[in-house]
């Protein structure tokens, strides 16, 4: 899985033009896929506030697009297994937060 984090100078989501881009690589198996909130092999479909989607941070998708990020995170990635709430997006809004980004 991989997350892209922008940052710009300017919290602007209208047009971001060019902005700085961090790269990570969420590597983790069961854990990254995301185990929270799943019960009797289905995802309840709430995420809490940390995970909450942002503009400033997307994920590549398994059809090899970027799209902006939300839970489950692997959703159509391990699509023979309910995914659930993980640390990805917790972490990514975080990194956004620590860097002065808008959320």
């Not at 990570?24 to 929270?36: D, K, R, T, W």
Request: proline content about 6%; overall charge neutral; aromatic content about 10%.
């Amino acid at each position: 899985m991989f997350f892209f984090v922008r940052f710009g100078s300017s919290c602007n989501r209208g047009g971001l033009g060019a902005v700085s881009k961090d790269i990570f690589v969420l590597a983790g198996q069961s854990n990254m896929a995301g185990p929270g909130g799943v019960f009797g092999g289905k995802w309840e479909g709430n995420a809490p506030a940390e995970c909450r989607p942002s503009p400033w941070v997307l994920r590549r998708s398994a059809g090899l697009e970027w799209e902006e990020a939300r839970e489950p995170l692997h959703e159509d990635n391990d699509v023979a297994k309910t995914c659930g709430v993980g640390p990805g997006m917790a972490f990514a809004n975080e990194v956004v937060k620590a860097r002065g980004g808008c959320v």
